[in-house]
């Protein structure tokens, strides 16, 4: 059991420019998070997906935003025409389906800078 | 809506003081409730967790025990070290997503 991964872990980019970020979940966790986290606050959530499927979204995930998960197993979160306010940490974590209330395991987050 | 609401920090401790971080929450029915720790440069951790009423999670000496009374579910250790320093986080389970107080700042001196 490697954990969750993120890449990169680190970005800085110029306003207007599109990022893409990535998250490898633990092996067979089928639901995947992402969250972002702005300094000094809790982590807020962004998006779910069960397998392949997008099951919610928050209302924090603008038009910009698109978020896939390609075969149920990694996942990208790519964010369109960056502005100032989307840095921030993103967070993503996964979890097994176990009928009940599931733990989320995070990973180590992309700190997003945009200039 | 469903919040959590912690206490601000940062909370500063000498080495082998007693520890308590509160943790209230607003929610419809009963969640299960987290601590997650944050240590510096690292992600999020769990830390604990009790899914009803009256249980109590523990791990690594914390322990918080779940209130349905008051709406409580607040951290505690008997002696903190100085690698206990890091961010908490309480959290309550909604609809398959995770809602996160700000967090409070831990640090403990040696």
């Known amino acids: 059991d490697t954990g969750v991964s993120q890449n990169p872990r680190h970005k800085i980019t110029k306003r207007g420019q599109n990022v893409t970020f990535r998250c490898d979940p633990i092996?067979?966790?089928?639901?995947l998070y992402w969250y972002r986290q702005t300094l000094g606050q809790g982590p807020e959530f962004l998006t779910y997906?069960?397998?392949?499927?997008?099951?919610?979204k928050s209302r924090l995930l603008s038009d910009r935003f698109s978020a896939e998960r390609p075969k149920g197993s990694f996942s990208t979160l790519e964010i369109q025409r960056t502005e100032q306010g989307d840095s921030a940490m993103y967070l993503c974590?996964?979890?097994?389906?176990?009928?009940?209330?599931?733990?989320?395991?995070f990973g180590p987050g992309t700190r997003l800078t945009v200039l | 809506g469903n919040s959590v609401t912690q206490m601000e920090g940062p909370v500063t401790l000498s080495e082998e003081a007693f520890l308590t971080i509160n943790c209230t929450y607003t929610?419809?029915?009963?969640?299960?409730l987290f601590w997650y720790v944050q240590y510096p440069g690292e992600g999020l951790q769990l830390l604990l967790k009790?899914?009803?009423?009256?249980d109590k999670g523990s791990n690594k000496g914390f322990e918080a025990t779940y209130r349905k009374e008051t709406t409580s579910f607040h951290l505690e250790k008997g002696s903190v070290q100085v690698s206990d320093s890091a961010v908490y986080f309480c959290?309550?389970?909604?609809?398959?997503?995770?809602?996160f107080g700000s967090g409070t700042r831990l640090l403990v001196r040696p």
């Open positions: 997906f069960q397998n392949e499927a997008q099951l919610e």
């Open positions: 974590a996964s979890s097994p389906q176990t009928g009940g209330v599931d733990t989320q395991y």
């Open positions: 009790a899914t009803k009423a009256d």
């Open positions: 092996s067979e966790h089928n639901r």
């Open positions: 959290a309550l389970y909604s609809s398959y997503k995770l809602i």
């Open positions: 929610a419809t029915g009963y969640p299960s």
